[in-house]
């Protein structure tokens, strides 16, 4: 049976032509041969026939594929998203109906109904955004179309009629269209095929079609790059359509002609309604800004089918072991490698995370790992990996998989913080590779279970304040080797008149060929996708470096004032670009998998120590951190350094040598940067030494069980949020939690960068950056208030202080809060906030009692020279006058308070490091010596920009001091 049309102009009687007498009379009356879908009415009704308001119908269109109806339906209500051709009593509401949404917010629907429900009403539920249904009464699809009437024989032939007058031109019938080949149906798999268009100026030279349950999907190749976008539909539609509607290119590849010459042509994924029929299909040109009408026809005859689905429509896999590849959410969260085994419909994995810093994974959220422990799936052990033709160790975990090319949610609980992280993975299915059967004996029984956390957990509750512990000092990372010794091409480009970019210098005295990176950093972006670079080309003498991002969804990227087209592989968008070498090169990617293309800006930088001028061999390596992350600086925070440590792009000159001081270290690099390290730590509760001492007993003592259901700290902002979700403000958490974790570490390593020099992308990762000059500052510290006033005669740098007027012992100070040139803006333990920002604050410093564990009554630290009698009366004087907060706190246990100390730590760093203002702990207060408390003029020398003022009355005191 042809394919035939409906068209349903009314609910009343349709008219119909009496046929010729050489035609036999169809068997469906309803029936067309154009197959062309045909406007029809298909309203959702109530029970008592009325159209249900909250879902009209707006436009609605109909296909007769013989015994199946293909229906259309769009609607304008944003409420729901997906159909269930079904009762509200049914429990399970499959297979659901899933909507695609529209530029208005509105949804159409597409799906198939049995060609004797037409006519009739079949009842339909609607399910809305949240996964809900509803169901608060019974709705009904009025399906378009009149039921099939039953065939009456063809009665005998009488006797031949007398001929009559012979019809007017108008009566003339219409010949009968030739029936069009019913549609070509395609199993599901991935198949090869071609495309005409008609155009010479549109040329599809390559199609790979994957068809599964009848839908049809086609990664289609262009012949050139010249178009951007297409568009399912007319120009005039397209240019009227919201540009989330557009299908961005995902990428460029190279083809070969039948010529036997390389080409590159733009590829683009995009829906297939139907074979052998033309797709109406609008290409923009990205050189005009234009849309033009086009058509894409797929022949059937064409495919050849390449491959299976790796998976059916509930992702189960055939039983057996598997390898697979995974991603994931978060740059310190790498699977490096993954055996899936199915058995049974179900599905297990080992993993394997690139580093060691986890040692439980939870198949949820951190917030509700806390309180499920014995759900924690404990790690399997080390294993050793390779990468890059290195050696590393990674941890396993064995853990259910409900779905693949899914993302589900994963927790991951630290081994140095104590704290759980929420995390995510995606298993790809095309990824999978058998590598093996089940055992014998594995075929029989129940699915193997992911091993849990026995009843003995850590040590460090996830609930617990953080306790920091010293961590191995990172290791020189391997020299990445290139894939190939073969140079790269500069990628397709055109030229970007938007001007987000500006030409780069990509000269250099580098002879022709292909180098390694020493190092390479970015910064920009939400953190969710990391950018790699792993080879330098230079030809002609001018450097171009391939940059790969880690997702295939970034269409093009703009740099050196062009706009570069990606080439797409292995899950990867991959740019050869050129560069400025030991430089930051500013570059735009767009992404498509956002709701709409969006741009994002990106610094890179690239060191290559050959390239420097001057011949300089400093190293200027990246570095493995525990966790199997790169840092840009050799060492951790677990300590102060005893020599200056290797920072990326920087080239060491000389240490400040220190005789006295014990809890800052300074090291001097190129272009007049300083490294400050302040150890936070030493002497305090949080003493690394002290907590080795409390671990030891704590293996002793069964406490830390009872504190399992505690609920957990959420440290990290949710990076499985998409990047269309997230506001400027929420990606700039990425870079504030990084900073707050920065400030919970043994050690503060902080940048002093002088005033117009420029450091490479991505070191505000590792270190907190002070840029000079610094001209607001707010103090709470009355010793560097001393130093900064009564030493340095720093006063006209301060704005703000942390005391009260009554309360300032410095004269000077007082006088200029008097005048209202130094205002109070909060105390340390109780900051305004908004009037730092009134202030324009950009730099703070706190005393040493801010640090949890360390703080000290004023009343304590003289203790030993009071008598016992002096003693008694005091604290009774005390008494009366303490606070009931004071009280309170003395009714707390060390434990409690330390929490607190350590949850105010990390709230100020957080608040400060959103406000973009550095805060420093000065601890001269805790120095032994009155010249070891003086040597910290040296800090605050280099800081305020009297370096050598400070160096010198320091000396004065060092000579007065030996002279007594």
């Not at 108008?170 to 019913?182: G, L």
């Not at 008598?867 to 706190?889: P, R, S």
């Not at 420093?920 to 805790?926: E, H, I, Q």
Request: hydrophobic share 35%; aromatic share 6%.
């Amino acid at each position: 049976m042809a394919d035939k049309t409906v068209t349903i102009h009314s609910t009343d009687a349709i008219p119909t032509v009496t046929p010729e007498p050489t035609e036999t009379p169809s068997e469906n009356p309803g029936e067309d041969s154009s197959n062309k879908p045909a406007s029809v009415e298909a309203p959702v009704t109530k029970e008592d026939g009325s159209v249900f308001k909250m879902f009209v119908i707006s436009e609605a269109t109909m296909i007769n594929k013989g015994d199946k109806l293909v229906l259309t339906l769009k609607t304008n209500n944003v409420s729901f998203d997906k159909l269930y051709l079904g009762k509200n009593d049914d429990l399970a509401k499959t297979p659901a109906i899933q909507g695609m949404q529209e530029a208005n917010g509105g949804y159409s629907f597409t799906f198939e109904v049995d060609a004797d429900k037409a006519g009739t009403t079949v009842p339909i539920v609607l399910g809305k955004k949240d996964g809900t249904w509803y169901t608060k009464q019974q709705l009904y699809l009025a399906v378009p179309g009149s039921k099939t009437p039953e065939v009456t024989p063809i009665p005998e032939p009488t006797e031949t009629p007398v001929p009559t007058a012979t019809p007017t031109p108008s009566e003339t019938p219409v010949p009968t269209a030739t029936p069009t080949p019913e549609p070509a149906k395609v199993e599901n798999g991935i198949y090869s095929g071609t495309a005409e268009t008609g155009a010479a100026m549109f040329k599809v030279v390559g199609v790979e079609l994957t068809v599964k349950d009848g839908d049809m999907k086609a990664r289609i190749t262009l012949s050139g790059v010249a178009y951007d976008y297409l568009y399912m539909g007319t120009p005039e539609e397209a240019a009227a359509t919201d540009k989330s509607a557009w299908i961005a290119g995902v990428g460029t590849v190279d083809y070969t002609t039948a010529d036997g010459e390389t080409k590159t042509g733009m590829q683009y994924d995009i829906p297939v309604a139907a074979l052998d029929q033309a797709l109406v299909v609008s290409s923009h040109s990205a050189k005009r800004d234009k849309w033009y009408a086009r058509t894409i026809t797929i022949a059937s005859s064409s495919l050849k089918k390449t491959a299976d689905l790796p998976a059916d429509e509930t992702n189960k896999v055939a039983d057996g072991i598997y390898s697979a590849e995974a991603t994931t959410n978060a740059a310190m969260f790498k699977v490096v490698g993954v055996k899936l085994t199915a058995k049974n419909g179900k599905m297990t994995a080992v993993i394997t995370l690139s580093g060691s810093g986890y040692d439980y994974l939870y198949m949820g959220t951190g917030k509700d790992a806390a309180a499920e422990s014995g759900a924690w799936i404990a790690s399997t052990g080390k294993v050793d990996y390779t990468l890059d033709g290195e050696t590393k160790t990674g941890m396993q975990f064995e853990i259910p998989v409900e779905a693949l090319d899914q993302e589900f949610a994963v927790a991951a609980h630290a081994v140095k913080s104590g704290k759980w992280y929420d995390r995510a993975i995606t298993i790809a299915s095309s990824s999978l590779k058998k590598t093996g059967d089940l055992p014998s004996d594995d075929n029989k029984g129940d699915t193997p279970k992911p091993t849990l956390v026995p009843t003995n957990t850590p040590t460090v509750s996830p609930s617990e304040t953080p306790v920091v512990k010293p961590t191995s000092t990172p290791t020189p990372a391997p020299t990445q080797k290139p894939a190939d010794t073969k140079p790269e091409q500069e990628s397709k480009y055109e030229s970007d008149l938007s001007g987000g970019t500006s030409k780069v210098d990509s000269a250099t005295t580098l002879a022709d060929g292909v180098y390694t990176p020493d190092g390479f950093s970015f910064s920009g972006g939400s953190g969710k996708v990391t950018i790699s670079c792993s080879k330098i080309t230079v030809t002609n003498g001018q450097a171009y470096a391939t940059i790969a991002f880690s997702s295939p969804y970034y269409g093009y990227v703009k740099a050196n004032g062009n706009k570069y087209m990606a080439n797409v592989s292995g899950g990867s968008s991959i740019f050869t670009i050129p560069v400025e070498l030991n430089k930051n090169n500013t570059i735009i990617g767009m992404t498509t998998r956002m709701s709409v293309a969006h741009e994002i800006s990106y610094n890179i930088f690239i060191s290559l120590a050959a390239a420097k001028k001057g011949g300089s061999t400093s190293s200027s390596t990246g570095f493995v951190k525990a966790d199997g992350t790169i840092s840009t600086i050799s060492t951790d925070n677990s300590k102060l350094d005893t020599t200056a440590p290797e920072i990326m792009g920087l080239e060491y000159k000389a240490e400040t040598k220190l005789a006295y001081a014990e809890y800052f270290k300074m090291y001097h690099y190129d272009e007049g940067i300083t490294l400050l390290e302040i150890d936070m730590t030493k002497d305090t509760e949080r003493d690394p030494e002290k907590q080795n001492e409390d671990d030891k007993k704590a293996e002793d003592t069964d406490t830390a069980a009872a504190e399992d259901t505690a609920a957990a700290t959420d440290e990290e902002e949710a990076a499985a949020a998409s990047d269309s979700k997230k506001t400027s403000t929420e990606k700039a958490k990425d870079l504030t939690e990084k900073t707050k974790e920065l400030y919970e570490g043994n050690v503060v390593k902080y940048l002093i960068v002088p005033k117009d020099v420029e450091i490479p992308a991505g070191l505000d990762k590792d270190m907190i950056v002070i840029q000079l000059p610094v001209e607001k500052t707010y103090v709470a510290s009355e010793d560097a208030l001393k130093l900064l006033d009564e030493q340095l005669d720093a006063a006209e740098s301060i704005k703000a202080v942390g005391m009260e007027q009554k309360d300032c012992q410095i004269e000077n100070i007082a006088k200029a809060m008097e005048d209202k040139k130094i205002s109070f803006d909060g105390a340390f333990d109780d900051l305004d906030y908004k009037a730092l920002v009134k202030d324009e604050i950009d730099f703070a410093i706190l005393p040493s009692e801010f640090l949890p564990g360390n703080a000290k009554d004023e009343e304590d630290a003289d203790a030993a020279d009071e008598t016992a009698d002096t003693k008694a009366e005091d604290q009774k004087d005390d008494k009366d006058d303490k606070t009931t907060d004071e009280k309170a706190d003395e009714d707390k246990t060390t434990e409690e308070l330390l929490k607190e100390e350590n949850e105010r730590l990390s709230d100020t760093a957080e608040r400060l490091a959103t406000l973009t203002i550095p805060m420093l702990v000065d601890r001269s207060a805790d120095e032994k010596t009155d010249l070891a408390k003086a040597e910290w003029l040296k800090v605050y020398g280099v800081i305020f920009g009297c370096e050598d003022q400070a160096n010198e009355l320091f000396q004065q005191m060092v000579k007065a001091e030996e002279n007594k």
